[in-house]
Structures are given as structure tokens and as C-alpha cells.
């Protein structure tokens, strides 16, 4: 059973560009929460997706947004990229109605932009 | 404003030395306290998951405690695998939506 998977691993971008990383769930998992970790940091809650729907949201701006497919895989947006988006984005999976207690983390997303 | 404090930031130890990390969190609606293992370059491994007060687990030489206000995450004996940063977060339910804090990690240096 393959883990939670996320692409790409590394990328590198300007500012003002737009970003989309990927995730794919575990299997048996319809819920994807993602994470942004700056250097240093531990990991800031960004959203929740399950049922295709964005169900719990941090203190992060409109700039971030994401979607929810029927597979339960799921894409994080990052529109008008700031020097300060640098960071790993971290996507988690959680089978039904366990988050947060049970969730298994992907490898992430490493974004550097210039 | 909801706070996971966790120290000491980084701590060095000798192989077979013990010590505790901590994780205070000032904090209300308490759901759980989790405690995760994250190695360079990966997202974070589940190790604990802490309901009330009084409440430990224990896994091969780690062993977490919970109090009111901390959890205590204590390492008997380490070995250089044990190396690692160690995070904790906090489960919340705060006028009906669910909120996990982390705190920013211990860094774990064991030296054989």
C-alpha cells in the first residue's frame, strides 16, 4: 500500500508567479489537510479538504486556495507568489472522521521562489 | 491567542544518556496532544496521541506523559537513530471547527 504521495518534490518559482502542488492520499483515506513548514518551523495548518469541500481553514490569506477530486486526491494553489511562501508543503491524509488524531504525512513539497 | 511552546530548541546527548524534551501549551477546547517524529527532508511520523491528564504512552525507549498544562516526552537510553526533530501539536475544537497547532520542534542530536 503506498503512502501518502506528493509531487513535485522540489520547485522553484518567482514572485508574482502561481504555484499548483499535488497530493494523493493513502488508501482508504477521503480527507487531505495541508501544511505549510517554514525553516525552522513546525508545520501551520493551511486547510482540510474531504468530501470535496474545504471543511476547516487557518490563518492563512485568499491567495492559497485548493480542490478536492472524487479520487480524494487533492491540489494546493498559491497565487501572487511572496519571498515568504518559501517553505515545505506538507499534505496529510486521514481515513473518515479521524483527523486529527490519525494522519500520515507525504514527503512534501520543497517551494524556494526568487 | 492558542500557544504549543516546546524546549529546549535543540538538545545534544550522549548514547544511553536519558533525558526529557517538553511541549507547554496554553490553550482551551483540548482535544489531544500529538506528538510527532519528522527526519530531515520528510513530513512527520506519527509516534503518541495524549487525551487527558495522567495519560502515557510508551514505544520502544520514548515514553510521553500528559499534565494540564505539558507533556513531557522522555528518551531512555538513546541510540544515534533516535536522532531526529521532535514536534508536538495541539488538537483544539474552537466554536465548532477542529484546529491543530504544532509547536516548533526539539532537534535531537544523539552522538554514539
Known amino acids: 500500500d503506498a503512502g501518502v504521495t506528493q509531487s513535485p518534490t522540489h520547485l522553484i518559482k518567482t514572485r508574482g508567479q502561481q504555484v499548483t502542488l499535488r497530493c494523493s492520499p493513502k488508501?482508504?483515506?477521503?480527507?487531505v489537510s495541508w501544511y505549510q513548514q517554514a525553516l525552522g518551523q513546525g508545520p501551520q495548518f493551511i486547510f482540510q479538504y474531504y468530501e470535496e469541500e474545504e471543511r476547516q481553514r487557518g490563518n492563512f490569506p485568499d491567495r492559497f486556495s485548493g480542490h478536492q477530486f472524487p479520487n480524494y486526491s487533492s491540489e494546493l494553489n498559491v497565487n501572487a507568489l511572496l519571498l515568504g511562501d518559501s517553505a515545505l508543503y506538507l499534505c496529510?491524509?486521514?481515513?473518515?472522521?479521524?483527523?486529527?488524531?490519525?494522519?500520515?504525512f507525504g514527503p512534501g513539497t520543497r517551494l524556494l521562489v526568487l | 491567542e492558542d500557544q504549543v511552546t516546546q524546549s529546549p530548541e535543540a538538545l545534544r546527548l550522549q548514547e544511553g544518556e536519558s533525558s526529557s524534551l517538553n511541549c507547554s501549551y496554553t490553550v482551551s477546547g483540548l482535544r489531544g496532544l500529538f506528538w510527532y517524529r519528522q527526519d530531515p527532508g520528510k513530513g512527520p511520523e506519527f509516534l503518541f496521541t495524549l487525551y487527558s491528564a495522567g495519560e502515557e504512552k510508551e514505544k520502544e525507549r520514548l515514553k510521553a506523559t500528559l499534565t494540564k498544562k505539558e507533556s513531557f516526552l522522555h528518551i531512555t537510553a538513546p541510540k544515534p537513530e533516535d536522532s531526529a526533530t521532535y514536534l508536538c501539536a495541539v488538537g483544539l475544537t474552537q466554536g465548532g471547527s477542529e484546529k491543530l497547532v504544532f509547536g516548533k520542534g526539539t532537534k535531537l542530536t544523539v552522538n554514539p
Open positions: 488508501s482508504g483515506h477521503d480527507t
Open positions: 496529510a491524509s486521514s481515513p473518515p472522521g479521524r483527523w486529527p488524531e490519525t494522519q500520515y
